[in-house]
């Protein structure tokens, strides 16, 4: 066996005891703060690679007193329950397509809101048992206590009785996600609730309030409105804030014709319970944002989709040095996911400067833990990654917006395609002729590589999804014109995009 001379001499020296016991001198080789899908994520993978490793995950109750199982925002209060409330209102849209396919029915249909939520949650709960299951199948030590951090490599985890015990560890990934961000008036905290309660709400919301102009607050308004609540979007300036601007208008037009009322360049600043109960009823006094102008309506709901604010504040990390941004309480990293302290990792929303999305978590995640115990160098790139909002009509896109395009690569330089379509389930239907949109940005000066992809229409996310490998691969304009396109469908629109805007000519569709 080669190296056994050098081998020898460690173990004379001292040094290959010292290496040996390096991280015996810890509980744990790897703590990970945060039971979502980065978290969960890199602990196991560290566990599969012979690692002992812990994860400790506490939900902190909403001021609404809702909290959850293990698995994070996504599984419990995000993507999970949020995609299978927007296929509850698309069904509703088949319901009434159904008539015009010859499908007859007279009974009278409606929503049956618990009915909904309980099989939902159901569903919850069993992913929350299966992360649970694969935890323990892996040797990972799970905890459901809240994890600070008191000194270097060490930390407190309180459970919820109060019970206060210590771990140490040899390096920690912090995955504690965000929360919804509450306004900051009066009423706020004690009446109105954010996507943390909604998807448990055990009774129907009524007449519902939004505000907040994210994918969230708009993913949530058309579910909403799509099972039949009357439902208004309060927004204090744009819309989608950081995607295309031209689809965020697209899809904002899109829910208004379609029963979502809006009310532009107006802020709460105050909540007021009228009536108790399940619903109750609230007074919202709201001020514009560009005059002394006040309003006020009731509704049973308000429910806040702002923002979020990273859970990295009260978490012991002045205790060790780490930097987090003051404003934002984002991490900054490396491109290693490493914080300013070298044992210290950061996956997940709470990087600063990186998108806020489960794939992305999961991926950094997984690839961190093989660089720090498998001696990989692959590192998680966060360029070209593909997105969906869940509204009514979706919107799928991968790449740069065309703000971001110009802003970067200059207008000159680009040059943009772009259709209506109408899709074909649509047509016997009748539903909205010249509503879908397809557009991609290309750069000229790279080939035509395509550098913004952006679709609107239904089955966004699956159409998005291949095209975004493909952009990974070096998509340019002549590829998309050298693929042949499956007929009929939403997608091969990209394979017959002849219109530039710079053009100015119709891109309306008269046939299939």
Not at 4 to 31: N, P, V, W
Not at 336 to 363: H, R
Not at 366 to 383: P, S
Not at 483 to 512: A, N, R, Y
Request: charge should be neutral; glycine fraction near 10%; include cysteine.
């Amino acid at each position: 066996m080669g190296g056994c001379d050098r081998t020898f001499q460690a173990h004379q020296s001292g040094l290959l005891q010292k290496l040996l016991q390096e991280d015996s001198a810890y509980d744990y080789d790897l703590i990970v703060i945060g039971g979502g899908s980065g978290g969960l994520a890199c602990a196991q993978e560290a566990a599969i690679l012979g690692k002992k490793v812990m994860v400790l995950d506490f939900v902190v109750p909403s001021p609404q007193g809702t909290s959850w199982g293990l698995g994070g925002t996504c599984v419990n209060v995000g993507c999970v329950p949020k995609k299978l409330m927007h296929q509850a209102a698309l069904l509703g849209q088949a319901l009434s397509d159904a008539r015009k396919f010859g499908w007859e029915y007279h009974q009278q249909v409606k929503h049956n809101w618990e009915t909904m939520t309980e099989a939902i949650q159901n569903h919850i709960g069993s992913l929350n048992w299966g992360y649970r299951l694969s935890l323990r199948e892996k040797a990972v030590a799970y905890v459901n206590a809240y994890g600070e951090f008191v000194e270097h490599h060490k930390i407190k985890a309180t459970n919820r009785k109060g019970q206060e015990t210590y771990y140490t560890a040899a390096k920690f990934v912090l995955a504690t996600g965000e929360r919804p961000r509450y306004l900051g008036i009066r009423g706020d905290k004690e009446y109105c609730i954010t996507s943390d309660d909604l998807f448990s709400l055990p009774y129907c919301p009524g007449k519902t309030l939004v505000v907040g102009a994210s994918y969230v607050a708009l993913e949530c308004a058309g579910f909403l409105a799509g099972i039949g609540l009357d439902v208004t979007v309060m927004v204090r300036s744009i819309l989608l804030r950081g995607f295309d601007q031209e689809m965020a208008e697209k899809v904002g037009s899109y829910m208004e014709q379609h029963g979502v009322k809006f009310l532009r360049k107006f802020i709460p600043v105050l909540v007021q319970q009228l009536e108790r109960g399940s619903p109750g009823k609230l007074k919202v006094v709201a001020k514009s944002t560009e005059g002394p102008e006040t309003i006020e309506e009731i509704y049973n709901t308000v429910l806040l989709a702002i923002g979020r604010d990273s859970c990295t504040r009260k978490i012991g990390l002045e205790k060790i040095g780490v930097r987090i941004n003051e404003r934002s309480g984002k991490i900054p990293v490396n491109d290693m996911e490493q914080t300013n302290v070298p044992y210290v990792y950061a996956v997940g929303d709470i990087l600063e400067g990186k998108l806020e999305l489960t794939p992305v978590a999961i991926q950094a995640g997984k690839l961190l833990a093989r660089r720090l115990f498998a001696g990989r160098l692959e590192k998680c790139d966060y360029v070209n990654i593909p997105t969906t909002v869940f509204t009514p009509l979706e919107y799928g896109c991968c790449g740069l917006s065309e703000e971001r395009a110009i802003e970067v690569h200059k207008k000159e330089n680009l040059e943009v395609y772009h259709t209506l379509f109408w899709p074909l389930e649509w047509t016997v239907a009748g539903r909205d002729n010249n509503t879908c949109y397809a557009k991609i940005i290309c750069n000229k000066s790279d080939n035509y590589r395509v550098i913004g992809f952006h679709v609107l229409g239904p089955n966004a996310g699956e159409i998005t999804q291949g095209f975004a490998a493909a952009m990974k691969c070096g998509l340019t304009k002549q590829l998309l014109d050298d693929t042949v396109g499956i007929h009929p469908t939403c997608g091969e629109v990209f394979t017959t995009l002849e219109i530039t805007k710079s053009s100015g000519l119709d891109i309306t569709q008269k046939g299939c």
